[in-house]
């Protein structure tokens, strides 16, 4: 079966420093690939997406940047952390291959920037 | 583009059914999913409808879909305390990233 892996669960970290988040998925090959932020007012925005190994698609302008280095490998980064860029982190693969396939989920990532 | 809509919060008994209520704009809009998100977890799958459907049962769970209105419904049977949780509604189209409402937050009282 496929499971997708976040990690850190939380991280604190100074306006400032830079970020790495990392997310893994085994049991599959060659799926889309997906970062999230929700925010405190629940709604999911999300931030990039990808079909393909070095391939990233950016959907809102912002401090972040995203790469895929492995098939199913998947890495949220940031040079300098705002205050803005709080919020609960989420990962998602869906399998590739035509439209509507259900994207599923990992555990989040909880960034608290001080 | 698409917008898909939810009211934020619902309250019920527990042992009664829970009914949230979604819906969507784009006709076009061929798969429809459900997701449960507990506290400070991700959003788990829990089912989902292809629009040539009206409605789909697993266990506790009723999927409704009106397409004409495009109207999407959870009903939650019996419910219980373990089933406090945020759902979340989706819609895909032709594109392979679902628009998401934002949730409604369901409250269950013992």
């Known amino acids: 079966s496929q499971t997708i892996h976040q990690w850190p669960a939380t991280l604190v970290q100074p306006v400032g420093s830079p970020l790495s988040l990392e997310c893994t998925v085994e049991g599959t090959s060659n799926p889309n690939l997906y970062w999230y932020r929700q925010a405190a007012g629940r709604g999911l925005q999300l931030l990039f997406y990808?079909?393909?190994?070095?391939?990233i698609s950016s959907e809102v302008p912002q401090n972040l940047s995203a790469s895929r280095p492995q098939d199913r490998q998947f890495i949220l980064s940031s040079k300098k952390l705002l205050l803005s860029d709080s919020g609960f982190y989420l990962c998602a693969w869906s399998v590739r291959g035509g439209g509507n396939q259900p994207q599923h989920f990992g555990d989040g990532t909880r960034l608290s920037i001080l | 583009g698409e917008d898909v809509e939810q009211s934020l919060f619902l309250s019920v008994r527990e042992g009664d059914s829970s009914v949230i209520n979604c819906t969507y704009t784009?006709?076009?809009?061929?798969?429809l999913y459900w997701y449960k998100q507990e506290p400070g977890a991700g959003l788990q799958l829990l089912t989902y409808?292809?629009?040539?459907?009206d409605m789909k049962q697993d266990q506790r769970l009723t999927v409704l879909l009106n397409k004409k209105d495009k109207h999407l419904s959870l009903r939650i049977a019996d419910t219980q305390t373990g089933d406090s949780a945020i759902y979340f509604c989706?819609?895909?189209?032709?594109?392979?990233?679902?628009?998401f409402g934002r949730g409604t937050s369901l409250i269950v009282h013992p």
């Open positions: 409808i292809f629009s040539n459907m």
């Open positions: 989706a819609a895909s189209g032709g594109s392979y990233i679902p628009t």
């Open positions: 784009d006709s076009s809009s061929t798969y």
């Open positions: 990808s079909v393909g190994i070095g391939q």
